[in-house]
């Protein structure tokens, strides 16, 4: 089959052998997959990953224990815990240290025609919601992530730095929970979609007092944390969501005298995701900035790793 694989270096292979399901996964024929972030930090080394990338996609079941199943356009989890550690039967299987992760660690991802997930993974993708909206539903279950781990009142003041993707998803969770956030950015372009769905900005550079309550760090970039420390006000929070391959050295001691929370945040709910999209309350497709065929897979990371884009979609099917 067709698959972009990371071996060390980036290719696409049109021989690569078909996945073959156990019990209790599902075979699954990828329609659209999303290029992320994290891709690109794995090809840098992070993880030390090998094998099929991808992990944010919308398929149809091909295959899979449950008849019911078969023909269904679903979304799919990405954690593949064990199911019998101590952490799985206390319902942190996305923290199982056995786990194998779609595309990002021990398993094959879902840039290829076929991908293979537990059945439990998946989730259906309502009539209403298209593929191309579906394709984000990783990405912003992530971003729901936040109001599962924070309780932010409506009258705080919530800042998110990093006006890339994952920021813009953050930033329309957060509203669409009744925060008004305002986003941190350097581009002007991706500052004004921003507004344009309703959301305040403010240059990076512009907003430098410590007078945030809530910090959300999306910038995928080392100098963020340093950011969030710089304008969380004493007793604050930081939430952190960047996963980068750089190591950072930042002085923690500002967080010690500031009585600073730090909460690192991942993945997130599916459910939520998916009725938000339904319900029309968080706009995705502003985000789609070009979309490759599978075989132009390595020309569509480049653009991906472009400072200017936003999501780069792979069209499988
Ligand atoms: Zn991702
Ligand atoms: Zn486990």
């Given at each position: 089959m067709k698959a972009l694989v990371f071996d060390g270096k980036l290719r696409f292979l049109d021989d690569y052998p078909q996945p073959r399901r156990s019990r209790g996964e599902v075979l699954i024929r990828v329609a659209l997959a999303g290029i992320c972030k994290t891709d690109i930090e794995i090809i840098k080394g992070y993880m030390g990953f090998t094998g099929i990338l991808g992990h944010e996609f919308v398929g149809t079941v091909v295959e899979s224990d449950n008849p019911n199943l078969t023909g269904r356009r679903v979304v799919g989890e990405i954690n593949c815990p064990c199911g019998n550690c101590d952490l799985c039967r206390q319902g942190l299987g996305k923290h199982c240290p056995n786990r194998t992760v779609l595309g990002i660690h021990g398993r094959d991802g879902a840039f290829a025609e076929l991908t293979v997930l537990p059945e439990q993974n998946l989730h259906i993708v309502p009539d209403g919601v298209s593929n191309e909206e579906a394709v984000f539903v990783e990405p912003l279950a992530a971003a729901f992530q936040i109001l599962e781990q924070v309780n932010i009142e409506r009258d705080m003041k919530v800042a998110v730095i990093g006006d890339g993707k994952l920021g813009i998803l953050v930033a329309q969770a957060l509203s669409s929970a009744g925060c008004s956030p305002i986003v941190l950015g350097h581009h002007v372009s991706k500052m004004k979609l921003l507004r344009n769905l309703g959301i305040a900005t403010c240059l990076s550079e512009a907003c430098d007092m410590a007078n945030f309550d809530f910090v959300v760090e999306?910038?995928?970039?080392?100098g963020g944390l340093e950011k969030a420390v710089q304008i969380v006000k004493p007793c604050g929070t930081i939430v952190l969501k960047s996963t980068i391959a750089a190591r950072q050295s930042l002085d923690l001691s500002a967080l010690v005298v500031n009585e600073i929370s730090l909460i690192g945040s991942r993945c997130g709910p599916f459910r939520r995701a998916l009725d938000a999209l339904k319900r029309g309350?968080?706009?995705?497709?502003?985000?789609?900035w070009k979309t490759f065929d599978l075989a132009d897979g390595v020309r569509a990371v480049e653009e991906a790793t472009s400072p200017k884009a936003l999501k780069v979609l792979l069209k499988i099917e």
């Open positions: 999306c910038s995928g970039s080392p309350e968080v706009a995705v497709r502003p985000l789609i």
